[in-house]
């Protein structure tokens, strides 16, 4: 019938673990979204090549196939949490790759297959080579 109160102590300590708990998710978060860019410009990149190669990978689409609005919310998503450039390489690169795609499917670009593949080889050069450059780059900053 009579609800026993909380002692004030009991109170700070049920605040502070939930303060805590808030904590560890937003690290958890954070580091999630840092990790999901580099999955996506795997998968992209593999799936490209499996696709130029003849090898038809539903499975890998459904996993790493990112459409326009879900690529802005992810660039919107690195702007608030404020990460570096290193980690928007990656975003870069699958924009890159998803433009190229869009172009060939829809309007078809005027090159043959071995020129589509430098394409997207050349893409990937750049990018492989943007991405650790600026991973360099960042490291020797916090030294």
């Known amino acids: 019938m009579f609800q026993e109160q909380d002692s004030p102590r009991e109170e700070r300590s049920s605040?502070?673990?939930?303060?805590?708990?808030?904590?560890?998710?937003?690290?958890?978060?954070?580091e999630l979204l840092k990790?999901?860019?580099?999955?996506?410009?795997?998968?992209?990149?593999?799936?490209?090549?499996?696709?130029?190669?003849?090898?038809d990978a539903p499975a890998l689409s459904y996993f790493g196939g990112i459409s326009f609005l879900t690529l802005a919310f992810l660039y919107l998503i690195s702007f608030v949490f404020r990460f570096c450039v290193y980690h928007r390489m990656f975003l870069h690169y699958v924009l890159v790759n998803n433009i190229i795609?869009?172009?060939?499917f829809t309007v078809g670009l005027p090159v043959n297959f071995l020129g589509l593949c430098c394409i997207f080889s050349i893409n990937l050069c750049i990018f492989a080579f943007l991405i650790l450059y600026?991973?360099?780059?960042?490291k020797l900053c916090y030294r």
């Open 101 to 104: 795609s869009t172009l060939e």
């Open 15 to 30: 605040v502070v673990v939930e303060n805590s708990v808030n904590k560890n998710l937003y690290k958890v978060t954070l």
């Open 35 to 55: 990790v999901i860019p580099m999955l996506l410009a795997f998968c992209d990149a593999l799936h490209t090549i499996l696709d130029l190669c003849g090898v």
């Open 134 to 138: 600026f991973y360099r780059r960042e």
